[in-house]
C-alpha cells in the first residue's frame, strides 16, 4: 500500500498547557507539510492542500483567526486571509466572545482539524504521550469526534475516514498516583 499516513502527535507533561500541546500537534504538521514539501510524493501533497482548503472553507473569518492564534503555520499557507482581521463589536460584544467559552471554541477547532484530515483519503495517525497529565478536554474532544465519526460512518455523509483513523495514548498510572497525592 503506497498510501502515506497523516501523522500527529502531543506529549503531555507537567508543565505545558494540555491546550497548546494540542495546538503544537497541529502547528508541527501544518509546519512540516505546509512550510516545506520535505520532498513528499505529490499526491500526499495534493491531499495535505485539500485538508487545507477543507479547513479554510469550514471556517469564518473569526474561526480562521482563532485557528491561526493556535496553530500559526496554518495561517501561513493563506497569508491573505490571515491579515484580514474582522472580529467586528456588536454593542460592545465582539462575535469572539459570542462563540462560547475558550474551551469550547478549541473543542470544534480540533474538530473541524480532525474532520478535514480524516477526509481526502489518507490514514490519520493521532497518538497521545503522557495522558495523565492533560485535562479531561482532551479525551471528551477527541471522543467526541469519535463518537461523531462512527455514527458518521453507519450514515451517508460522507464525511468519514474511508483509509482510517487510528487514535493511540498512553497513561502511567504511577505518575498520575503521584499527582494526586
Known amino acids: 500500500n503506497n498510501a502515506q499516513w497523516f501523522v500527529l502527535g502531543c506529549k503531555f507533561d507537567k508543565q505545558a498547557s494540555p491546550h497548546m500541546v494540542m495546538a503544537k500537534a497541529f502547528n508541527d504538521f501544518f509546519g512540516k507539510w505546509g512550510l516545506d514539501d520535505c520532498?513528499?510524493?505529490?499526491?500526499?501533497?495534493?491531499?495535505?492542500?485539500?485538508?487545507?482548503r477543507r479547513i479554510f472553507d469550514a471556517l469564518d473569518d473569526d474561526g480562521f483567526h482563532q485557528l491561526s492564534d493556535l496553530v500559526p503555520n496554518f495561517a501561513l499557507l493563506f497569508p491573505v486571509r490571515a491579515t484580514r482581521k474582522n472580529n467586528v463589536e456588536?454593542?460592545?460584544?465582539?462575535?469572539?466572545?459570542?462563540?462560547?467559552?475558550?474551551?469550547?471554541?478549541?473543542?470544534?477547532?480540533?474538530?473541524?482539524?480532525?474532520?478535514?484530515?480524516?477526509?481526502?483519503?489518507?490514514?490519520?495517525?493521532?497518538?497521545?504521550?503522557?495522558?495523565?497529565?492533560?485535562?479531561?478536554?482532551?479525551?471528551?474532544?477527541?471522543?467526541?469526534?469519535?463518537?461523531?465519526?462512527?455514527?458518521?460512518?453507519?450514515?451517508?455523509?460522507?464525511?468519514?475516514?474511508?483509509?482510517?483513523?487510528?487514535?493511540?495514548?498512553?497513561?502511567?498510572?504511577?505518575?498520575?498516583?503521584?499527582?494526586?497525592?
Open 39 to 52: 520532498g513528499a510524493h505529490s499526491n500526499f501533497l495534493h491531499s495535505f492542500h485539500r485538508v487545507c
Open 90 to 181: 456588536v454593542d460592545g460584544i465582539s462575535a469572539m466572545d459570542k462563540v462560547g467559552s475558550a474551551k469550547t471554541r478549541l473543542q470544534n477547532l480540533v474538530f473541524v482539524l480532525l474532520n478535514a484530515l480524516c477526509s481526502v483519503g489518507r490514514p490519520v495517525l493521532f497518538t497521545f504521550d503522557d495522558l495523565q497529565w492533560s485535562e479531561s478536554f482532551v479525551i471528551e474532544s477527541i471522543t467526541d469526534f469519535v463518537v461523531h465519526y462512527i455514527h458518521n460512518k453507519s450514515g451517508d455523509s460522507g464525511e468519514t475516514c474511508p483509509q482510517g483513523l487510528l487514535i493511540a495514548g498512553t497513561y502511567r498510572s504511577n505518575e498520575a498516583k503521584e499527582m494526586d497525592d
